[in-house]
């Protein structure tokens, strides 16, 4: 058996150019961004050389037009010849050593997989980079192109230690080099880094950067900083905030300003914060740093310890992020508890602006809800309360489950002076569910819609009497529809009829809806189901004695009439009720309006005859 030659894989570096721009990375912009973590990097090894060193960096653009040229300097530690072959000669070496740390991210460098300088072939034909090491020996040039192919040569001169690297920019670039764009890109992917990032360009330098603020690092100290804050934050997030929480974990390896949005948010919105990994920006669209409840908050967050993708615009999911993002969560909590403690004005104008977030952290946290309760806002029979003026009327507070039920009964619930909240909004019915479990001296209790006829008035035997033969026809006209006819008395006097479904009607009806939309096959599996359901599948229809149109319907001698009548004021009360009608009842709707138009126009024509 013959020994199997062994082959070494070849890369085209013009389509690993390619697939880095179309796929890896979302912008050409990002090549300023790998100059300067190469940039940081560097600084970062010199000061484990040389600790207290002050780093700093340079970037000049010189030219006009398709001679724009940018050159970016570092006082960092360098690159000897062989650091030179070794890291950038072989694509996905990292220069940052330490293959375990390389892979768990424990790393005091950004850039760890060796690609970031490939990035400016995006921009630019021609990479040119020279380099004095701190260790000595001579200073190098290094000259790389999207082929390939690359030179190195020993200077001449000496060069102080640190990196230079030149980008003549190709046509199409060209907008990357302005001096404007430039600047902000900077401030963009640097603002908190802890040296000067100097823009050079026309004789004049700028310090793009700023002092780094001491709550950088003891986000602890921000609300003694707060006009400082909030205007980092507007100039950073781009929003006029007027509030903000720090935050910071247990380690201190990851802080931040949680920024509380100054309008309200969508809850499918998407979660977005601005992330900086070693000071340096990683991502803006951060989605999963933060717990989902968390999206009345923009964040800036700082970190040291989370693991950045290949692209470093996104972190690896694992544990130490989902570590961090419930740390960060419980410091966002905090804040808010604090608030309610010591600040409640500020806590209930958060709470009126973000309370769906409120409630979403009140599910979880029952002392935090126990906290807040108070401020957070329900629909109700009696309008849009707060909690705690409800809780304070000392009564049972019913709730519904769904928001159809209580447009089924508010009107009704209302009249009777019954206190009814509308539990049909999410998380709502949740929070109604446990409030006696945070507050003993408060009962809640669901209610369904045929609960509410408990309040109804009943009709005196010798006036039912009177209606006999007039129920007699309703029910009639009402069996098909699996439906009975009941004389109530009860508020509002103009409201006619009431419609309620019982659990077994309801989950009939749904069957029956789901049946005429479904294939026949399914809908004979529909059809078992719906035979299992006993006679407690009806529904009832009240009708409404104080109301004068009900009064006249029960006291008339047509028998053609009443029937019609009964079905009309059915299908009115579906609709009121907010009920999905099947296709029996749109046809009884469409053809008793046809019958009383033409009722109407005989006995206009009846009239006219006569005169």
């Given at each position: 058996?013959?020994?199997?030659?062994?082959?070494?894989?070849?890369?085209?570096?013009?389509?690993?150019?390619?697939?880095?721009?179309?796929?890896?990375?979302?912008?050409?912009?990002?090549?300023?961004?790998?100059?300067?973590?190469?940039?940081?990097?560097?600084?970062?090894?010199?000061?484990?050389?040389?600790?207290?060193?002050?780093?700093?960096?340079?970037?000049?653009?010189?030219?006009?037009?398709?001679?724009?040229?940018?050159?970016?300097?570092?006082?960092?530690?360098?690159?000897?010849?062989?650091?030179?072959?070794?890291?950038?000669?072989?694509?996905?070496?990292?220069?940052?050593?330490?293959?375990?740390?390389?892979?768990?991210?424990?790393?005091?460098?950004?850039?760890?997989?060796?690609?970031?300088?490939?990035?400016?072939?995006?921009?630019?034909?021609?990479?040119?980079?020279?380099?004095?090491?701190?260790?000595?020996?001579?200073?190098?040039?290094?000259?790389?192109?999207?082929?390939?192919?690359?030179?190195?040569?020993q200077l001449d001169t000496q060069l102080s230690p640190g990196t230079r690297v030149y980008l003549r920019c190709t046509p199409e670039?060209?907008?990357?080099?302005?001096?404007?764009?430039?600047?902000?890109?900077?401030?963009?992917?640097?603002?908190?880094?802890?040296?000067?990032?100097?823009?050079?360009?026309?004789?004049?330098?700028?310090?793009?950067?700023?002092?780094?603020?001491?709550?950088?690092?003891?986000?602890?100290?921000?609300?003694?900083?707060?006009?400082?804050?909030?205007?980092?934050?507007?100039?950073?997030?781009?929003?006029?905030?007027?509030?903000?929480?720090?935050?910071?974990?247990?380690?201190?390896?990851?802080?931040?300003?949680?920024?509380?949005?100054?309008?309200?948010?969508?809850?499918?919105?998407?979660?977005?914060?601005?992330?900086?990994?070693?000071?340096?920006?990683?991502?803006?669209?951060?989605?999963?740093?933060?717990?989902?409840?968390?999206?009345?908050?923009?964040?800036?967050?700082?970190?040291?310890?989370?693991?950045?993708?290949?692209?470093?615009?996104?972190?690896?999911?694992?544990?130490?992020?989902?570590?961090?993002?419930?740390?960060?969560?419980?410091?966002?909590?905090?804040?808010?508890?604090?608030?309610?403690?010591?600040?409640?004005?500020?806590?209930?104008?958060?709470?009126?602006?973000?309370?769906?977030?409120?409630?979403?952290?009140?599910?979880?946290?029952?002392?935090?809800?126990?906290?807040?309760?108070?401020?957070?806002?329900?629909?109700?029979?009696?309008?849009?309360?707060?909690?705690?003026?409800?809780?304070?009327?000392?009564?049972?507070?019913?709730?519904?489950?769904?928001?159809?039920?209580?447009?089924?009964?508010?009107?009704?619930?209302?009249?009777?002076?019954?206190?009814?909240?509308?539990?049909?909004?999410?998380?709502?019915k949740e929070l109604m569910g446990m409030l006696p479990v945070i507050l003993n001296n408060v009962r809640t209790e669901r209610i369904?819609?045929?609960?509410?006829?408990?309040?109804?008035?009943?009709?005196?035997?010798?006036?039912?009497?009177?209606?006999?033969?007039?129920?007699?026809?309703?029910?009639?006209?009402?069996?098909?529809?699996?439906?009975?006819?009941?004389?109530?008395?009860?508020?509002?006097?103009?409201?006619?009829?009431?419609?309620?479904?019982?659990?077994?009607?309801?989950?009939?009806?749904?069957?029956?809806?789901?049946?005429?939309?479904?294939?026949?096959?399914?809908?004979?599996?529909?059809?078992?189901?719906?035979?299992?359901?006993?006679?407690?599948?009806?529904?009832?229809?009240?009708?409404?004695?104080?109301?004068?149109?009900?009064?006249?319907?029960?006291?008339?001698?047509?028998?053609?009439?009443?029937?019609?009548?009964?079905?009309?004021?059915?299908?009115?009360?579906?609709?009121?009720?907010?009920?999905?009608?099947?296709?029996?009842?749109?046809?009884?709707?469409?053809?008793?309006?046809?019958?009383?138009?033409?009722?109407?126009?005989?006995?206009?024509?009846?009239?006219?005859?006569?005169?």
């Amino acid at each position: 058996m013959s020994t199997p030659n062994e082959y070494r894989f070849q890369v085209n570096l013009s389509g690993m150019i390619q697939i880095l721009s179309n796929h890896l990375y979302s912008s050409p912009k990002v090549f300023l961004r790998e100059l300067m973590q190469n940039a940081t990097d560097a600084i970062t090894a010199r000061k484990e050389v040389e600790p207290g060193y002050q780093g700093e960096a340079r970037i000049e653009l010189t030219g006009t037009g398709d001679q724009l040229t940018m050159m970016v300097e570092d006082n960092g530690v360098g690159l000897t010849e062989a650091d030179i072959h070794e890291f950038l000669a072989m694509i996905g070496q990292s220069s940052k050593r330490g293959q375990q740390a390389l892979l768990d991210g424990e790393t005091s460098f950004i850039g760890r997989f060796g690609i970031g300088l490939l990035s400016c072939f995006m921009v630019s034909h021609e990479i040119v980079m020279l380099t004095q090491s701190v260790k000595g020996g001579p200073s190098m040039e290094w000259r790389g192109k999207p082929d390939g192919t690359y030179t190195i040569r020993q200077l001449d001169t000496q060069l102080s230690p640190g990196t230079r690297v030149y980008l003549r920019c190709t046509p199409e670039a060209a907008h990357y080099f302005e001096a404007e764009y430039v600047k902000e890109a900077l401030f963009y992917y640097g603002a908190l880094l802890p040296y000067p990032v100097t823009l050079i360009h026309d004789g004049k330098q700028t310090v793009v950067n700023q002092d780094s603020p001491i709550w950088l690092t003891r986000p602890e100290l921000a609300r003694s900083c707060r006009a400082e804050v909030l205007a980092f934050g507007e100039r950073l997030l781009g929003e006029k905030f007027q509030d903000f929480i720090p935050l910071t974990t247990a380690s201190g390896r990851t802080g931040g300003i949680a920024y509380v949005l100054p309008h309200a948010v969508n809850l499918n919105a998407k979660r977005s914060h601005r992330v900086y990994l070693k000071r340096m920006l990683i991502s803006e669209k951060a989605e999963n740093i933060l717990p989902e409840w968390a999206f009345f908050v923009k964040c800036l967050i700082w970190t040291d310890e989370l693991q950045p993708t290949a692209s470093r615009e996104h972190f690896y999911e694992n544990e130490k992020l989902e570590e961090v993002r419930s740390e960060l969560g419980d410091a966002l909590r905090l804040g808010l508890t604090e608030m309610a403690e010591q600040q409640t004005e500020r806590l209930q104008k958060l709470i009126r602006l973000h309370a769906l977030s409120m409630k979403a952290l009140a599910v979880q946290d029952q002392q935090f809800y126990a906290m807040i309760h108070r401020w957070l806002p329900f629909e109700t029979t009696r309008g849009h309360r707060e909690l705690g003026e409800l809780i304070d009327e000392g009564e049972t507070l019913y709730y519904t489950s769904t928001i159809d039920e209580y447009r089924q009964i508010h009107h009704v619930a209302s009249a009777q002076s019954m206190l009814v909240v509308n539990a049909g909004y999410i998380y709502d019915k949740e929070l109604m569910g446990m409030l006696p479990v945070i507050l003993n001296n408060v009962r809640t209790e669901r209610i369904e819609p045929d609960e509410v006829s408990m309040t109804f008035t009943d009709v005196a035997p010798a006036e039912r009497n009177q209606y006999y033969d007039a129920l007699r026809l309703a029910d009639s006209a009402l069996q098909r529809f699996r439906c009975r006819a009941e004389v109530k008395g009860f508020k509002p006097a103009d409201l006619p009829v009431l419609f309620t479904l019982s659990q077994e009607s309801s989950t009939l009806r749904a069957l029956e809806k789901a049946s005429e939309e479904s294939t026949d096959l399914f809908s004979s599996v529909l059809g078992s189901l719906s035979a299992g359901i006993n006679s407690a599948g009806y529904s009832t229809l009240y009708l409404n004695v104080n109301n004068p149109i009900i009064k006249r319907v029960l006291t008339s001698p047509d028998n053609q009439m009443t029937p019609i009548a009964i079905e009309m004021l059915y299908v009115n009360a579906l609709m009121m009720g907010h009920y999905a009608m099947n296709k029996q009842e749109l046809e009884v709707l469409n053809q008793g309006i046809v019958r009383f138009i033409d009722w109407g126009l005989r006995a206009n024509n009846n009239h006219e005859g006569d005169a």
